[in-house]
């Protein structure tokens, strides 16, 4: 275990006020870091936790679930904390909140069409379906969507 990140997980500790019993267990920072994740003080100490992790999966699931809790402007940090190596999840996965955001504000997609949605990962296309009330984008998933599950959750929302 590195002395970075020994430290960066005193610090989480500290400001959760939660214990790890064994650092080296993966577990028990994984417990940890969900706890500096529900916590909007300690939340901004994980990126550096992120970098200093030696378990890569560990690091890429703490990003994974940061990118649904922080603003858009802050996600690529969160991405860069990251190895090069394990990035690749993460940068789609804030691209496609993005996109996802951009939906459900209202705002239109340009070139809609089933290219579009083919480059949509299934996670994305089923958010779609369920969470935006635009019926060219539900009437193109209810046609084009992936899966059924996608298909017909878009149909339904159509009404």
Do not use: N
């Not at 951009?102 to 996670?123: F, Y």
């Amino acid at each position: 275990m590195s002395p970075e990140l020994r430290d960066a997980v005193r610090r989480l500790e500290a400001l959760t006020g939660r214990t790890v019993a064994d650092v080296a267990d993966g577990h028990a920072r994984w417990e940890l870091y969900r706890a500096a994740l529900a916590s909007d003080a300690a939340r901004p100490g994980l990126p550096a936790a992120v970098m200093a992790e030696a378990d890569a999966v560990l690091a890429s699931g703490v990003v994974g679930e940061a990118l649904a809790r922080v603003p858009r402007a802050d996600r690529e940090t969160w991405v860069r904390s990251l190895a090069p190596s394990v990035r690749a999840f993460s940068e789609r996965r804030a691209c496609e909140l993005g996109t996802l955001e951009d939906l459900r504000s209202g705002a239109e997609v340009q070139a809609l069409g089933p290219e579009l949605v083919d480059g949509w990962s299934d996670w994305l296309q089923l958010r779609i379906a369920a969470e935006v009330s635009d019926v060219s984008v539900l009437r193109l998933l209810a046609d084009s969507g992936r899966t059924k599950r996608i298909r017909r959750t878009a149909a339904e929302a159509l009404g």
